[in-house]
C-alpha cells in the first residue's frame, strides 16, 4: 500500500529564510509525487509533480521539490520565503494501480515570519 | 483558477438528512474525483469516475455515492448524514494519458457542517 508522511506538522521562518517542508513516501511501484498548497478556506492549487523525468521538479511561486529514491523522500524547498508563502502544503503520491487517486500526507503548515 | 466549479460554498444540515454536492469539470477532462477532507486533516479519497464509470472507491459507506454525466459533470450525495460528514468536500477534475499519467487539480471545495 502507498502512504506518504509529512515531518512535522508545522514549520516557522523568518520573510527570506529557506523554506524546506519534508516529505517521505512509500510505494510498492514507481511513485508519482505532487505537492499542493492550500491556502484558508480554499481548495488545493498545484505545485509541482514528479512523473519519473527529472528528479529536480520545478513548480510555481519559485518552489521546487527533489525526488531521491534512496530515501524514499520527495521535500518541498524554497530559496527565499516570502509573506505569502503562508498557507498548508500536502504532499500526495499517486495510487496508479486505483485510477490514480491521490493519497495524501497529513499536511505541514507553514508561518513566515516577518 | 483551475476551472473546476463547486456548488455550493458551505451548506448546514441536520443529522439524518440527505445532501447533494455538484462539481462541473475542467473543460476537456474526462475523470472527476471527489475527496474529503476533515478540519486539520489531509483530503481522504471518496470515490473517482471515468467516463460516467465509478473507477475506484475509498474507505467510504455505501451512503457515499456519485454519478457522473456526459458533459463530465458531477455529484456526490450523501445519505443518511452524520456528525463526522462536516467536512470539506473537494472535487478534481484530471485528463487521463495512455500512459496512466494524470494531474488533478482541484475546485475550491463545499464547506458542509452537520448539526
Known amino acids: 500500500a502507498q502512504s506518504v508522511t509529512q515531518l512535522g506538522s508545522h514549520v516557522s521562518v523568518s520573510e527570506g529564510a529557506l523554506v524546506l517542508l519534508r516529505c517521505n513516501y512509500s510505494s510498492s511501484v514507481p511513485p508519482y509525487l505532487f505537492w499542493y498548497v492550500q491556502y484558508p478556506n480554499q481548495g488545493l492549487q498545484l505545485l509541482l509533480k514528479y512523473t519519473s523525468a527529472a528528479t529536480l521538479v520545478k513548480g510555481i511561486n519559485g518552489f521546487e521539490a527533489e525526488f531521491k529514491k534512496s530515501e524514499t523522500s520527495f521535500h518541498l524547498t524554497k530559496p527565499s520565503a516570502h509573506m505569502s508563502d503562508a498557507a498548508e502544503y500536502f504532499c500526495?503520491?499517486?495510487?496508479?494501480?486505483?485510477?490514480?487517486?491521490?493519497?495524501f500526507g497529513q499536511g505541514t503548515e507553514l508561518s513566515v515570519k516577518p | 483558477e483551475t476551472g473546476v466549479t463547486q456548488s455550493p460554498t458551505h451548506l448546514i444540515k441536520t443529522r439524518g438528512q440527505q445532501v447533494t454536492l455538484r462539481c462541473s469539470s475542467q473543460?476537456?477532462?474526462?475523470?472527476v474525483s471527489w475527496y474529503q477532507q476533515a478540519l486539520g486533516q489531509g483530503p481522504q479519497f471518496i470515490f473517482q469516475y471515468y467516463r460516467e464509470e465509478e473507477n475506484g472507491r475509498g474507505n467510504f459507506p455505501p451512503r457515499f455515492s456519485g454519478l457522473q454525466f456526459p458533459n463530465y459533470s458531477s455529484e456526490l450525495n450523501v445519505n443518511a448524514l452524520e456528525l463526522d460528514d462536516s467536512a470539506l468536500y473537494l472535487c478534481?477534475?484530471?485528463?487521463?494519458?495512455?500512459?496512466?499519467?494524470?494531474?488533478?487539480?482541484f475546485g475550491p471545495g463545499t464547506r458542509l457542517t452537520v448539526l
Open positions: 478534481a477534475s484530471s485528463l487521463v494519458f495512455q500512459d496512466g499519467t494524470d494531474t488533478q487539480y
Open positions: 473543460s476537456g477532462h474526462n475523470t
Open positions: 500526495a503520491v499517486s495510487d496508479r494501480n486505483q485510477g490514480g487517486k491521490l493519497i
